[in-house]
């Protein structure tokens, strides 16, 4: 079976093509027709000779996403693909336009283990692990598609199926590989990471100097509530978290924002959006309020947008900043929390032991 090319990093690609006799620059133009150029095929690569095309035709596969299924929102914004890996299992990944930003919200994990209640990939529970190459290839995808229509992909969220700190070396992994300026090239500024709030992972994501945006994925302001909508919370409560949330912004010139579901009764009171003013007091972090996306397993409904607006309002009192996001997608289930593929045959279940 042949092997994945965007599994190799450029290290092992030069060390790859070094191993057939080839000279130094090859790996280069190869790394750049792959990530700049956005080839989907060797024979495309008209810079490289015959023999080594055709050799690396023989060893590697460009694909390793199988495109399933496409659906387009009715909000003429929002597409969103079903990819089969080849590794096995399935994922979605989402394109979103936002004005002059067109961004891909990506996939780290097959399912999740994180069974935050309201989320359709936590009720999944985990699958697997995506690897680097099945995370690049998902932004490669969209990034294609919008070439092909004379766009270009300009911002990457890691918000789609998975916690990121759950499987961080492939996440990061991909990061850097996305953002070489040599390749594909995307800034630090235009890549989210989104997460449900390991704080020994934010630690180690501040630690290792990382500049990526980081969405922690909050929804309540106090224990008792989290621990209900976010289990992890049991065993990483909410002192602990803002704790490494401050370790983050202190490393300087870092972005934090805080994510919010609004669920109807349950999250979206005035005393908890006045907890949430003093729970991150001095972090200078920005609330995003989604009101919640409907999902099969969880029967919660969202806040209306008189009861957002409230909320809202007390967030600005408090001199948080926040913004109510617009919903996009929910027809195609496309939208936060609605990313799911088939059950695991029943077999996948939350994996909390290994976090
Ligand atoms: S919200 Fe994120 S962390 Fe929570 S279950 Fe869904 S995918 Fe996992």
Redesign the pocket.
């Known amino acids: 079976m042949s092997q994945k090319i965007f599994e190799l990093s450029l290290a092992e690609l030069r060390q790859q093509l070094a191993a057939w006799q080839q000279p130094a620059y090859r790996a280069a133009q190869l790394w750049s027709g792959l990530y700049s150029d956005l080839r989907t095929n060797f024979e495309e690569f008209s810079v490289l000779p015959r023999g080594l095309r055709t050799q690396l035709a023989a060893t590697y596969d460009i694909d390793c996403l199988q495109m399933k299924v496409e659906r387009e929102s009715k909000d003429g914004h929002t597409r969103k693909w079903l990819f089969g890996l080849a590794g096995g299992g399935e994922v979605e990944t989402v394109l979103m336009g936002y004005d002059e930003r067109m961004t891909v919200c990506i996939s780290t994990q097959a399912g ?1 283990a ?3 209640v309201f ?1 359709a ?2 009720q999944m529970g985990l699958l697997r692990n995506l690897t680097a190459g099945e995370i690049v290839a998902q932004v490669l995808w969209a990034a294609r598609s919008l070439k092909a229509v004379g766009g270009r992909l300009t911002n990457v969220v890691v918000m789609g ?3 990121p700190f759950h499987n961080y070396e492939a996440t990061l992994a991909a990061l850097d590989r996305l953002q070489d300026p040599a390749g594909f090239g995307i800034g630090v500024r235009r890549i989210t990471v989104s997460t ?1 709030g390991l704080p020994h992972m934010i630690r180690r994501f501040a630690q290792e100097g990382r500049h990526e945006k980081l969405a922690v ?1 909050l929804h309540a302001a106090t224990d008792e509530l989290r621990n209900r909508l ?1 289990p992890i919370n049991k065993r990483y409560p909410l002192a602990e978290l803002i704790d490494a949330c401050r370790e983050y912004v202190r490393g300087g010139n870092r972005r934090l924002s805080m994510e919010w579901a609004l669920i109807d009764g349950k999250n979206d009171s005035a005393e908890q959006a006045q907890l949430l003013v003093e729970l991150v007091q001095g972090l200078g972090c920005h609330v995003n309020l989604i009101p919640l996306n409907p999902t099969g397993g969880y029967a919660g409904l969202r806040t209306g947008r008189e009861a957002a607006d409230r909320f809202k309002s007390v967030l600005d009192t408090g001199g948080v900043a926040c913004t109510i996001r617009v919903r996009r997608g929910i027809d195609i289930g496309a939208g936060c ?1 609605q990313l799911r593929t088939k059950a695991a045959g029943g077999k996948a279940q939350p994996q909390l032991a290994s976090i």
């Open positions: 999740c994180m069974g935050c989320c990939t936590g199926m998975g916690e449900v994925s976010v929390g």
